[in-house]
């Protein structure tokens, strides 16, 4: 049984350039939720995907932008990219929106933006 | 709004020693969760344990045992007989049961096994 799967797990871009990236939830999950770690940082709440809408956001500017699939997957874009969004970028995947200690994460993806 | 305060930025610890890492926490939410995670160097976040705000008992799971104490809004984590497999970042963190279902994070204490 897969676990949490993120690509790609390390993305180098430049300042104004877009970056999408890419997560499967954990099999049975279908609620999907985007983290982003600065480093020496704990993770920081960005948005989370069910039934294919954006149910709540953290405070991200529009720049972040995400989808959610049918089979449950999800995106995440962000545009015109700033030093500032380097970081470790994080999915977690649980069983519905509603309150379970079943979160469970994937590797990450580690963009750096120059 | 939640907050989670962690005071350890990093501690050391000799192999099969205890060790407790350290978790306050404010909320104005009547019922909510805690949890710590477990991050590697690889970077993946590995939950271990969780405590309900109503539990009566507090949590346990093999090594790992979570001192929950309502009053003092702390959630401690001890890990007995530490291997070097813990030196790791240990990151607290809590969700309310209304509102915001997201889960929000401490800064992590680095833990270091020395053998």
């Known amino acids: 049984d897969a676990g949490v799967t993120q690509s790609p797990t390390h993305l180098i871009k430049t300042r104004g350039q877009q970056v999408t990236l890419r997560c499967s939830p954990k099999?049975?999950?279908?609620?999907v939720s985007w983290y982003q770690q600065a480093l020496g940082q704990g993770p920081q709440f960005i948005f989370q995907?069910?039934?294919?809408?954006?149910?709540q956001r953290g405070n991200f500017p529009d720049r972040f932008s995400g989808h959610q699939f049918p089979n449950y997957s999800s995106e995440l874009n962000v545009n015109a990219l700033l030093l500032g969004d380097s970081a470790l970028y994080l999915c977690?995947?649980?069983?519905?929106?509603?309150?379970?200690?079943?979160?469970?994460f994937g590797p990450g993806t580690r963009l750096t933006v120059t | 709004a939640q907050k989670i305060t962690q005071t350890q930025p990093g501690m050391f610890v000799q192999e099969k020693e205890a060790v407790t890492l350290d978790c306050t926490y404010d909320?104005?939410?009547?019922?909510?969760?805690l949890f710590w995670y477990k991050q590697p160097s690889s970077g993946e976040m590995i939950f271990l344990i969780y405590?309900?705000?109503?539990?009566?008992q507090n949590a346990t799971e093999g090594r790992y045992s979570l001192n929950f104490q309502k009053a003092r809004k702390s959630a401690n984590l001890v890990i007995s007989a530490s291997q070097l497999g813990d030196s790791a970042m240990y990151f607290c963190?809590?969700?309310?049961?209304?509102?915001?279902?997201?889960?929000?994070f401490g800064q992590g204490t680095r833990l270091t096994i020395n053998p």
């Open positions: 977690a995947s649980s069983p519905g929106p509603i309150v379970s200690y079943e979160q469970y």
């Open positions: 995907y069910y039934e294919e809408e954006e149910r």
């Open positions: 963190a809590m969700r309310g049961f209304q509102g915001a279902q997201k889960l929000v």
């Open positions: 909320t104005s939410d009547p019922s909510y969760g």
């Open positions: 099999s049975g999950h279908d609620t």
């Open positions: 405590q309900g705000s109503y539990d009566q």
